[in-house]
């Protein structure tokens, strides 16, 4: 290959994020022969994002795609143990560590975002994951291949391009140019810190405090290696009457090329530290020596933006991609970040490998694989708003019933 060539291969990813790195993973299992390549925005991984509830589909997908990542996620998880599973000293119960493993056969649990990227990044060849190449444009070829344009990189040419690059997803907005999430008028503070006992967490896995305003939430949890995650999640119009103005439009324009992953993020100043301390103090009182106490550069800021339930069933016709492209993860489907989006984004690799599999490298491979996710997507986001009014108190459009819980359970 000269320097003026195109690159050619056979399956780009765009987005090293989870779900990216474990469908590269899936695929170069499956197609062992074809090469397969994840381009990443950022220059390296650097310790970020929140902790993510590995849950019974995130597991299962695993457990079909690789036992050793399976064996590694089972050990390890942190299991999450309900507050009245702790007997009057403070000890969990044995019976309530158990009840997953006894109900599905493994176990569930929280880790962090970065950890699991980790893990999926080493369980790649070297050379896999293409660092610092950040996705500006797309231009279709006449013989349906891509031609992916990034920013002072080479061009790369892709028979199949899979968009999983997050939240806003520029493959998205350049290939589809279809409506981005919508602003579901929340704001989210948050921070990885080291455990210490001001922060009034009991010290350990399993221990949550959660403090409660009107339509504000203070979460905090703990991760291995006394780790813990504080998210400060606050209603636009609540904030904006604290004195701190959100402007979602700013978001999704400008800003998206610099924060298009909702985890991938670093804080660039102090700003989102000193407007979250603002509103600590003014609206959740009790937890403003949290924030005060953080290191400004951990704290980082965003709009919680989703794309509804019936948004993404709206698209069962067409599905949500065209061509020899398809959408996976946050891409396809970003959600309210109660415990789902992830794991969703981990059942998509499973379901889109298998139908790879079954009928090739394929556009009709693409579309079954979109058509058969969309019915359980929108179930589930919808599952996430009505968990997300209960814990926020939101609105709840539609209240699920139980055909829907027992679909997301199956
Ligand atoms: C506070 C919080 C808590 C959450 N908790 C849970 C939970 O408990 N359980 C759960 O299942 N989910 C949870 N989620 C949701 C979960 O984080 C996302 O669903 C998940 O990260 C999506 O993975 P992804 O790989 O699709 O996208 P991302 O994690 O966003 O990764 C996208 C990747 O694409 C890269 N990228 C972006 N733009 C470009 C570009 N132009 N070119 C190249 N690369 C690019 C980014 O740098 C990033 O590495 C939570 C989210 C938040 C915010």
């Given at each position: 290959m000269n320097g003026n060539s195109v690159r050619q291969v056979d399956v780009a990813i765009v987005g090293g994020g989870p779900v990216g790195l474990f469908t590269a993973v899936a695929l170069r299992k499956a197609f062992p022969g074809k090469t397969i390549q994840v381009y990443e925005r950022s220059s390296s991984y650097r310790v970020c994002g929140a902790g993510i509830n590995l849950d019974l589909g995130g597991m299962k997908a695993f457990r079909a795609v690789d036992p050793d990542l399976f064996d590694f996620f089972q050990e390890a998880v942190a299991q999450i143990i309900p507050p009245?599973?702790?007997n009057a000293t403070d000890e969990v119960q044995a019976s309530a560590v158990l009840s997953n493993h006894e109900n599905y056969g493994f176990h569930t649990g929280l880790i962090g975002w970065y950890e699991i990227v980790e893990a999926l990044y080493k369980a790649l060849p070297e050379g896999v994951v293409q660092t610092s190449h950040q996705l500006e444009g797309v231009e279709s070829c006449s013989d349906g291949a891509s031609k992916l344009l990034f920013k002072d990189q080479p061009s790369v040419r892709a028979q199949l391009l899979i968009g999983?690059?997050?939240?806003?997803s520029p493959t998205r907005q350049a290939v589809m140019q279809d409506e981005p999430p919508d602003f579901a008028n929340v704001i989210v503070f948050r921070a990885r810190v080291p455990w210490s006992k001001e922060l009034g967490i009991g010290q350990g896995l399993s221990h949550v405090r959660v403090e409660r305003g009107e339509k504000i939430v203070m979460m905090m949890y703990n991760l291995k290696d006394n780790v813990t995650v504080w998210t400060f999640t606050i209603d636009a119009d609540k904030a904006r009457e604290a004195g701190v103005a959100y402007d979602p439009e700013s978001y999704t324009s400008s800003r998206v090329q610099q924060t298009a992953s909702v985890q991938n993020q670093h804080s660039q100043d102090s700003e989102a530290y000193k407007r979250c301390l603002q509103l600590a103090k003014a609206t959740?009182?009790?937890?403003e020596h949290i924030v005060a106490d953080?290191?400004?550069?951990?704290v980082v800021e965003h709009g919680l933006f989703t794309r509804p339930g019936e948004k993404v069933a709206?698209?069962?016709?067409?599905?949500?991609?065209k061509g020899m492209v398809t959408f996976i993860g946050d891409a396809a489907h970003s959600m309210r970040p109660t415990g789902q989006g992830l794991n969703t984004g981990l059942e998509d690799v499973t379901v889109l490998t298998g139908h790879l599999m079954s009928q090739g490298l394929c556009e009709s491979a693409l579309r079954t694989f979109e058509k058969e996710r969309i019915p359980r997507v929108s179930t589930i986001a919808q599952m996430e708003y009505a968990m997300a009014a209960s814990n926020y108190g939101h609105q709840v459009e539609r209240p699920l019933n139980d055909k829907d819980y027992a679909e997301f359970k199956a």
């Open positions: 009245r599973s702790r999983a690059d997050g939240y806003f959740l009182p009790q937890t953080t290191d400004p550069s951990a709206a698209l069962a016709e067409t599905g949500w991609g």
